[in-house]
């Protein structure tokens, strides 16, 4: 089976609202185009990826079976209008914060580029035609580690990061876009080709 590409995808500030920890179902919001984004991979045949930091568990603010019911009811979301990820990857640990075995060193919290790891293993991905889309720059790093694509996102934490930080913003981006579904578009045209 030939491997195909995926957009990994960002949640906090990419796909949802950035509103600090999402420590109950109720504040998880879709970005108003992040459907359409979503439907426009799967209609593609261009894996949708999650990739999340969630150092909450961690720290003790919530607890993994949380974080599984919320990411229940973001797949119900997106099924409503008619869009579905190919995976959703979390990285529940911290190098510093809480207790074991949470706190540990590991190799998926972003900038680390586990999670695309695993999941190009698990799905079959090919990681150099994929693209990495995220609102921080500790998103992106993770791209340039497996040779993909980088997208800065102008929601969440990105216009403020692109305005005020770019003199000291690292990884440059390959493109940046107003929100999700520019940057997939984006990407479908200049990464997927071939
Ligand atoms: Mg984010
Ligand atoms: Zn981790």
Known sequence: MTSRPAVFIDRDGTLTDEVGYVNHPSRLRLLPRSAEAIRRLN????AAVVVTNQAGIARGYFSEKLLHEIHDVLRAQLAAAGARLDGL????????EGEPPYRVQ???RKPQAGLLVRAAADLGLDLTRSTLVGDKASDLVPARTVGAGAVLVLTGYGRGEWEYRRARFEPEPDHVAGD??????WALARRVAA
């Not at 209609?43 to 261009?46: E, I, K, L, R, T």
């Not at 990857?89 to 510093?96: E, G, K, T």
């Open 89 to 96: 990857y979390a990285c529940v640990h911290h190098p510093s």
């Open 43 to 46: 209609a593609a045949g261009v």
């Open 106 to 108: 590991c190799d998926c």
């Open 180 to 185: 999700l579904l520019d940057a997939v578009e």
